[in-house]
């Protein structure tokens, strides 16, 4: 059994891992958490505490971390003799930290695709440009390493998988789907990063159509959905990290990804990115300081973990997938719905950061009682979701699934 978790990261979704943590340290054992700023580690620890949250008396501690150095994220695993770890920081140190797990034999976790500060948007499938190039590494090491173990990619990818599995002969399409229909009461924010949210959104939208590769620009192809709770809602076909994984899992089915965005989001960011305000590529001004665009609006910018307070609303994330069953069209939605005022009552943060940051914790502890502990790097689609739905419905995230039949909890639609 594996025990003791290093967090990496100390924002929004890091504040729901320390809190989920907690909740299950008897699980997890000894915890700590680390990020380039310490006084942010020691906040959330102290957030911790405030709320009791330490489900047994143990060790919770903050540590100063340059995890863009691999020789000092290994050395703080030596350290704390932390056996998984949660990256939940930049995506701009996947690639580092898991260096540094593979070279400590210790499983690692991360929410999100690795990217280069230099680039906007990478040639897919993405993950083969990074993470897999070290799956004959992880596999040599015997080192567990999940990819994508947030909610989109991560929960959503699990999603596909069940439908799949339980209702299908045939996959034909996937379409994630990612609605929020809270509001944080700002005149314009962004629900996490605004750096890495804005990457998202001045690249090339690829998804997967036809056995090969579409490109798209964004807010291109939009569509009306109707979904559980949140109703009728606008999204738009957008770049995602699942649809480059889920492409190679699944290459005979069409993979698209939709996100929600309101006429004014859509407004804000298009001045933004017209006026080359979102650009990723330095510029100089008149009194010769250096300056990245994109770092200047994000600095200007409300801090994501500020909005959780006032957030009020709710979201719906799923995974809608077509196939055939006994040579009859099958269609299945299968989904969670989660609410920003509890997600703050519970642990201080909104929905966003709260659905994002409770998965990686449940598969760490399935990595600690052995059940994800397959010594090798896997993707989310690639493991049993079974388990997974079962922790889930018990530390705060159900999952649900509708059909033309019912729509119901998981284990009642099986």
């Known amino acids: 059994m594996k025990r003791n978790v290093l967090i990496i990261g100390a924002g929004g979704v890091a504040q729901v891992v320390a809190h989920k943590c907690a909740q299950n340290n008897g699980v997890l054992g000894d915890l700590h958490i680390a990020s380039r700023t310490v006084s942010k580690c020691e906040a959330i620890i102290a957030s911790v505490h405030a709320k ?22 290994a050395a703080l695993i030596g350290t704390t003799g932390a ?17 540094a797990c593979i070279q400590t034999k210790t499983a690692y976790i991360d929410t999100a695709i690795h990217e280069d500060p230099s680039k906007i948007c990478e040639t897919p499938p993405w993950y083969g440009n990074y993470e897999w190039k070290r799956r004959e590494a992880c596999a040599q090491a015997g080192v567990t390493a999940i990819l994508g173990a947030g909610f989109d990619p991560g929960m959503v990818n699990a999603f596909a998988r069940f439908a799949i599995d339980e209702f299908m002969d045939e996959v034909k399409s996937i379409d994630i789907v990612d609605i929020n229909a809270g509001s ?41 959905w109707d979904l559980p709770v949140v109703g009728k809602q606008k999204a738009y076909m957008s770049g995602h990290d699942e649809v480059h ?8 089915a069409d993979i698209r990804f939709w996100m929600g965005f309101g006429d004014h989001y859509i407004n804000v960011f298009s001045v933004l990115q017209n006026l080359g305000l979102l650009s990723e590529q330095p510029v100089v001004t008149a009194e010769g300081l250096e300056v990245v665009p994109l770092k200047l609006v994000k600095a ?16 719906c994330i799923g995974a809608l997938v077509k196939g055939t069953k006994d040579g009859k ?20 943060s ?17 990595i600690a009682d052995g059940t994800y502990d397959h010594g090798k790097m896997m993707n989310v689609e690639e493991l049993a979701p079974k388990p997974l739905f079962t922790l889930l419905d ?13 729509d119901c909890a998981w284990h009642e639609a099986i």
Do not use: C
């Open 350 to 366: 909104q929905g966003i950061s709260y659905t994002a940051g409770v998965p990686p914790v449940a598969m760490a502890m399935l």
């Open 394 to 406: 018990a530390i705060g995230l159900p999952t649900r699934v509708k059909t033309d039949d019912a």
């Open 245 to 252: 994984s889920l492409a190679a899992n699944y290459p005979q």
């Open 300 to 315: 200007v910018l409300p801090d994501p973990s500020s909005l959780a307070p006032n957030y009020t609303g709710k979201t």
């Open 52 to 73: 009791a949250e330490m489900k047994q008396d143990g060790v919770f501690e903050a540590h100063a971390l340059d995890a863009m150095d691999t020789s000092a994220v």
């Open 83 to 99: 056996q998984i770890v949660i990256n939940v920081g930049s995506p701009f140190v996947n690639m580092t930290v898991l260096e």
């Open 329 to 348: 069209d099958v269609e299945v939605f299968v989904y969670n719905v989660a609410d920003h005022k509890d997600a703050y009552n519970e642990v201080g």
């Open 184 to 224: 944080h009461g700002k005149y314009f924010s962004t629900n996490f990063d605004p750096e890495i949210n804005f990457r998202e959104f001045t690249g090339t939208v690829y998804s997967w159509q036809s056995g090969h590769w579409v490109e798209n620009k964004m807010f291109e192809v939009g569509r009306e």
